[in-house]
């Protein structure tokens, strides 16, 4: 067994009398393992199992030799979790293995908040690359670039850290705990920038592992299991769910709900995507969630109406279901009613708002932009949607204004609004900006009430990705073009690109 001198090392810090009892357990531990080791088939199997995978068997073998002030240290809990992680990416046995994982994946479990963020910061500096043996591989592929070479450049630029997250997920239920881990991670990278290659070796693997050969698309109606009709309620991020009535009307026959399930993850769902099958295309979102609005015929429907994408595990974030979704949802329902002819979104403009508060120097240095300053220090007032003549003014600002930002507004070179950014990055075309479509709290908040529709035609989504992703350009109907060319930045745009 390698892993007993490991966790010698990482347990016993500079105690002496800790140390000395430690090397006596694992010593203890080993005789018996060995002893199991020298019995022939099925009794030797039995003996080990019966060693390692005793109720918490590793824990217990820590705890006998670490003292109750440290087992409560968040310091000594990190250290002992990352103790099993060095013990399970030494070790080589299938058995021996599977156990440790058992045991690191309940030692992190278990770990409070500043022992999360120890075991990242153990994380990052123990399970690093060897420098000198990638700096050696780098220069042997240098001067002979032969396809060995390269085989051992690519084994040393891979951290530990990854093949021991490979195995760490060989234990039960062990995905979800990964996943759950990279939330915390997130939670906390902005402070600890040492973290990003923590985060890199997991989306990495995620990438891998979640895998669009590996999840299933599942239409979810009334006759769900009510675990997974309760985490759809729960995770819904766009309109929130005011109790089951609601849940119920938004599985009718003329509405649909697909998600995207993982095996590792049969209960939870990754992504979710609610459909409304409707005359014409939708340009507010309340009829849609209108408890007592009549159950349409959906044979009748010429157009499904994404009014709500919601990815449902932060510890996913940034890989990609979306498009996958959005895509194969959209041939399902081709499949199912042929009479559908536009694939579209009701989407909010959550980032809107938030530009709005940094344009104002823009603004002002232009010939009539103090006056759209002004209309736009209205927006101060919740309630000013309800005053008909202020929301008429507002209208002639505020829509141009949205125009420009979803078409124009940059950063690093993609759409600054996130949700435009998914979409146009989807191959979605910019076909229309909603006046007061969305009323909400949340809706005025964010969006300053407006909502977009963008248009999914199945035989262009390639060529608008293409040239979102290589030109950095919209694609967008004529009439929101002309939208964000009304728009007095526009010009101050133009005069710009004109100067340069």
């Not at 675990?227 to 009718?252: I, P, S």
């Not at 209205?378 to 929301?391: F, S």
């Not at 910019?430 to 007061?436: I, S």
């Not at 290589?470 to 109907?477: I, L, N, P, T």
Request: with cysteine.
């Amino acid at each position: 067994m390698t892993y007993w001198p490991r966790l010698e090392h990482r347990l016993a810090g500079g105690q002496a009398q800790v140390k000395r009892k430690l090397r006596w357990a694992c010593r203890k531990a080993s005789i018996t393992l060995a002893r199991g080791g020298r019995r022939s088939g099925a009794v030797a199997q039995r003996t080990r199992q019966s060693v390692l995978e005793t109720p918490s068997f590793i824990q217990r073998l820590i705890r006998s030799v670490v003292g109750t002030e440290e087992r409560v240290s968040p310091e000594r809990k990190a250290r002992n979790s990352i103790a099993l992680c060095h013990a399970l990416l030494s070790e080589r046995g299938e058995v021996s293995e599977a156990a440790l994982a058992r045991e690191a994946i309940s030692a992190y479990g278990e770990l409070p908040e500043a022992g999360r963020a120890l075991f990242f910061d153990f994380l990052a500096s123990e399970f690093a690359p060897d420098l000198d043996g990638l700096v050696a591989a780098f220069t042997s592929y240098r001067e002979q670039p032969t396809p060995q070479n390269l085989v051992a450049l690519q084994r040393a630029t891979e951290p530990p850290r990854q093949e021991m997250l490979r195995r760490l997920n060989t234990a039960s239920g062990a995905t979800a705990t990964l996943v759950t881990m990279r939330s915390h991670l997130l939670e906390g990278l902005k402070t600890h920038p040492e973290w990003q290659a923590i985060d890199a070796d997991l989306s990495h693997l995620f990438t891998a592992w979640f895998n669009r050969g590996f999840l299933r698309l599942q239409r979810i109606d009334w006759r769900t299991s009510a675990l997974v009709l309760e985490k759809l309620a729960r995770y819904e991020a766009v309109h929130a769910v005011a109790g089951w009535r609601d849940l119920h009307r938004r599985l009718e026959a003329d509405r649909r709900c697909f998600a995207f399930f993982h095996p590792a993850l049969p209960d939870d769902p990754l992504i979710f995507i609610e459909v409304a099958l409707t005359k014409g295309i939708s340009d507010k979102v309340r009829p849609l969630l209108d408890l007592s609005a009549p159950v349409a015929d959906p044979r009748s429907a010429d157009t499904a109406v994404f009014y709500s994408i919601t990815n449902c595990q932060k510890g996913l974030r940034g890989i990609h279901f979306g498009n996958m979704l959005i895509k194969q949802v959209a041939e399902q329902l081709g499949r199912e009613f042929p009479r559908l002819k536009n694939f579209t979104t009701l989407s909010p403009v959550p980032g809107f708002r938030n530009w709005l508060g940094t344009i104002g120097k823009d603004l002002g240095r232009l010939d009539g932009g103090r006056a759209i300053s002004d209309a736009l220090s209205r927006l101060e007032d919740p309630n000013w949607h309800k005053n008909q003549q202020l929301a008429q003014q507002l209208q002639t600002v505020l829509v141009p204004l949205c125009a420009y930002y979803l078409i124009r507004g940059r950063q690093d070179g993609e759409a600054l609004d996130p949700v435009a950014r998914f979409h146009l990055g989807n191959g979605a075309l910019l076909e229309r900006v909603n006046w007061l479509a969305d009323t909400s709290k949340r809706g005025i908040q964010q969006s300053a009430g407006l909502m977009v529709n963008y248009l999914y035609r199945l035989e262009e989504v390639e060529e608008n990705h293409e040239i979102y992703v290589k030109e950095h350009r919209v694609a967008a109907s004529r009439h929101v073009s002309k939208l964000a060319r009304e728009c007095l930045l526009f010009a101050q745009a133009a005069k710009k690109r004109a100067e340069a």
